[in-house]
């Protein structure tokens, strides 16, 4: 391909080039082309389930973009300040709110985090005790990952009244079967050669999973924990739609009663929460990380 | 000290170790020899309980060693320190802490939950490390070790187990030739000093001879020899190697 | 044999560094669990959750758990069935939809197809934004843009991967062999063919498992939907609740975990079938 270079052989090349392409993937095409035929046909009944049409589409972005720019206030660079101020009207309380968001992600993922940890044992395949355990703890992280939070969340805001109580726990429990399962997975990476020298020592059951186990798999715990925490600090934006806490039920007020430049002045608050938060995260994952690396 | 009777394991329709019986007396350092597969890694383990056998009995003085369970269980294991071929230590860790994995079955648990050893068992795996010149790396992390070092803190971390036994399950096979020396000294080193009787698995019959007085030979999970290192000619080592595997 | 108190008197003389841990550290190791323990008891506190409450509410879960047996439908189960339908489509064309838009904005996001610095700061800028708000909240705009129903749904999850999707295909294509690009470039072609026979090859087996995955990951997402009232089976557990009939609540719950479980099974097998069968043409190029 990088021979000498001639009058116009480019062209000629391209084509041979192409002519391979093409013989390679004839046998491939008719694959292919099923592929895309069952695509269209799931689209095209999808669509039908889903209530699309081009109409929809035709009147409804020009609406998205025009709600768009009713959310954004006006601002003129003489009154600068005072146009921001009117905007972030509420800013003090917006911001005490999305404190008690961060908050709830927090407490959340603190309580999921150790519930996991120590169902995390038993749902590994190397580590638990016996295949009761083992399926016992399987299934129910299963159950706990597969119900959506704002499933459990509504419930809760039945039994436990509205408020952060409800959210958190809501929050806990899917924090608490995600990170089960991927600690568990962690856990099951770890050979049963290297823990022979700990079990051979007459350290029980326990003892073997903390000096065995743990500071093998620490970091990855760790790093998965703060992943997890900047989801949470997501999930608990919304959770506050079925009155478990956060800024999510202010959101939805001004977002139900149309006022316009709170939606946007509330969304930037929390864009901005969202992205500080991920940042802070980052920051400590590689300073754990290459603190480990180091040591 | 130690009486093994009839000893069987089998592993599916594979026995590795066929009806073995033998008397270890306390102070002994005996080879056990014979060809990769032949049953001597599957007797150690067995000794300190890491599998169960199929049939047969092990006695240590007048306990019972098979009956033991739980926290009886977990006291004979530290009694009868094993080394392994691949080290088996905790890459993490620091070597101190490796070492101190020993004490494991004598202190509290919320000590080893939280990696507070007591200031005794500290003195003591740092005197471990100090006989086996390995104080200089007590505070870096195991994997940063070569073999050969890794190898004396697995000797150390046996050490501080006060243990009554040592059973080394091919502890040289991953080392150079060198590190080889060094950890067989250490072995032999404190059979004498401390009158720990040591169980080794060798590979190596010149390893066997310069170091063990006494010879077992395993030959396909049967004992075929078993005397004193003289005894061990040429027949002897045709019958435990074997020209090729007769039953 | 020594004494414990001589062993301990004899290495802090020879080893006294090695003997007690470094107070620094450990001090510091300490003070960081108290820290960490009072944010998080300071922080409850704030929230207002206390054992108590915890405690008198327990016993309305159980309230609850007791009555969800055994499940029941009375009569609704093919209304479910049908919402739980239309939930899978959502999912579906939202992620279509969000794929279909993802693949100009990855090859326009990346640097090796578009080196204009201000198109690809500003994307991914936007991208960003995109993608910090929650798909529900998304759904709640949408809603209110173009009504009630699946389409608002539907468009809420493809705007919301968007920003996720698009930011990963343009990675991808970053990523592509650069020695290919250079070969048909070598070979005269323009800047489209370069992406066109160079990159796409390799980029596609990216491309779709990702898609696949988002599907399996926008079939959860989309069972909640309907809370805000963007379509799916959502409308219909949340109003079962809203009535507190548990039993139903119990049903749509059932109906819902198997139905996740199999395309969570779906979208594995044939993430693995695709990549499996467009690696071989994208590594022969």
């Known amino acids: 391909m990088t021979g000498p270079v001639t009058p116009k052989p480019s062209a000629d090349i391209v084509t041979i080039v192409e002519a391979q392409r093409r013989d390679l993937q004839r046998d491939k095409r008719r694959q292919t082309l099923l592929f895309l035929g069952v695509l269209v046909v799931l689209v095209a009944v999808s669509g039908h389930l889903g209530e699309v049409s081009w109409q929809k589409f035709v009147n409804g972005i020009p609406r998205f973009g025009s709600y768009i720019s009713r959310t954004l206030p006006p601002v003129s660079p003489e009154t600068l300040w005072a146009d921001l101020g009117r905007w972030m009207w509420a800013g003090g309380r917006w911001v005490g709110l999305l404190f008690d968001t961060v908050l709830i992600a927090f407490v959340a993922t603190t309580l999921g985090v150790v519930a996991g940890f120590f169902l995390s044992f038993p749902a590994a395949r190397n580590l638990a005790g016996g295949v009761v355990h083992y399926q016992l703890a399987r299934r129910f992280l299963e159950l706990m990952r597969t119900v959506p939070e704002l499933v459990f969340a509504m419930l809760f805001v039945f039994a436990f009244g509205l408020g952060a109580l409800a959210g958190v726990l809501a929050i806990a429990l899917h924090t608490m079967g995600v990170l089960g399962k991927l600690f568990s997975e962690i856990n099951e990476t770890i050979s049963d050669k290297s823990l022979e020298g700990v079990v051979a020592a007459g350290a029980s059951r326990d003892q073997v999973i903390r000096l065995g186990v743990v500071p093998q798999v620490l970091p990855a715990f760790i790093s998965y924990t703060l992943l997890r925490f900047e989801i949470n600090v997501r999930s608990a934006s919304v959770i506050g739609f079925v009155g478990a806490g956060g800024i999510g039920q202010e959101l939805m007020f001004v977002i139900n009663q149309f006022i316009y430049r709170d939606i946007s002045a509330i969304l930037l608050l929390l864009i901005i929460t969202v992205a500080l938060v991920d940042i802070v995260s980052e920051k400590i994952r590689h300073r754990i990380l290459d603190g480990e690396q180091r040591r | 000290m130690l009486r093994i009777e009839g000893l069987t394991r089998r592993f599916g329709t594979v026995t590795a170790l066929h009806d073995v019986s033998l008397t270890v007396e306390e102070g002994e350092f005996i080879g056990v020899i014979g060809r990769s597969g032949a049953g001597k890694s599957t007797l150690l383990r067995l000794i300190n309980r890491l599998i169960e056998p199929s049939s047969g009995r092990i006695f240590f003085g007048d306990e019972d060693v098979l009956a033991k369970r739980g926290r009886a269980l977990q006291d004979w294991r530290r009694r009868a320190a094993m080394i392994f071929q691949q080290f088996a230590l905790i890459d993490r860790l620091s070597v101190l802490d490796n070492v101190l994995v020993g004490r494991v079955a004598t202190v509290p648990r919320w000590r080893s939950w939280t990696l507070a050893w007591p200031l005794a068992d500290r003195a003591l795996a740092i005197e471990a490390l100090d006989r086996l010149d390995m104080t200089d790396h007590a505070l870096k992390r195991a994997d940063q070790l070569s073999g050969g070092q890794q190898q004396r803190v697995a000797i150390a971390r046996a050490l501080v187990q006060a243990p009554r036994l040592i059973l080394a399950d091919e502890p040289v096979a991953s080392l150079d030739p060198r590190s080889t020396r060094a950890v067989m000294d250490s072995l032999a080193r404190i059979n004498r000093e401390d009158g720990l009787t040591v169980l080794c698995n060798l590979h190596h019959i010149d390893l066997a001879r310069d170091y063990c007085r006494r010879i077992i030979g395993i030959h396909a999970g049967r004992v075929v020899f078993d005397g004193p290192v003289e005894a061990l000619d040429a027949a002897a080592i045709a019958l435990i190697y074997g020209q090729d595997g007769e039953e | ?285």
């Open chain 3, 1 to 285: 044999m020594t004494t414990a108190a001589d062993r301990i008197a004899r290495v802090s003389r020879t080893y006294p560094a090695l003997l007690y841990p470094d107070p620094r550290k450990l001090w510091g190791r300490r003070a960081a669990w108290v820290a960490f323990v009072l944010a998080f008891l300071w922080a409850s506190y704030h929230l207002g959750l206390s054992p108590m409450r915890f405690w008198t509410g327990f016993t309305d879960l159980w309230i609850i758990a007791r009555q969800m047996v055994p499940p029941t439908h009375n009569g609704f189960w093919l209304d479910y069935l049908a919402a739980l339908l239309e939930t899978l489509a959502i999912a579906f064309l939202g992620t279509i939809l969000a794929s279909l838009i993802s693949i100009p904005l990855g090859f326009l996001g990346a640097r090796n197809v578009v080196p204009s610095f201000a198109i690809h700061f500003g994307l991914r800028r936007v991208l960003d934004v995109v993608r910090g708000v929650d798909t529900l909240i998304w759904a709640l705009i949408f809603v209110s843009v173009v009504g009630l129903g699946p389409f608002a749904g539907i468009l809420a999850i493809a705007l919301n991967d968007t920003g996720v999707l698009a930011k990963i295909y343009a990675e991808a294509v970053e990523n592509a062999d650069r020695k290919a690009g250079e070969g048909v470039r070598s070979a005269g072609g323009s800047g489209a063919d370069v992406a066109r026979l160079a990159i796409w090859p390799q980029v596609f087996p990216v491309f779709l498992s990702n898609s696949l995955y988002f599907f399996e990951a926008n079939t959860r997402s989309a069972t909640i939907l309907g809370v805000v009232g963007a379509g799916g089976i959502g409308f219909f557990l949340a109003d079962r609740i809203r009535v507190n009939a548990w039993s139903d609540v119990a049903f749509i719950i059932l109906l819902i975990l198997p139905t996740v479980a199999a395309i969570d099974y779906l979208s594995r097998w044939l993430r693995k079938k695709a990549i499996g069968r467009h690696d071989a043409p994208g590594a022969r190029m």
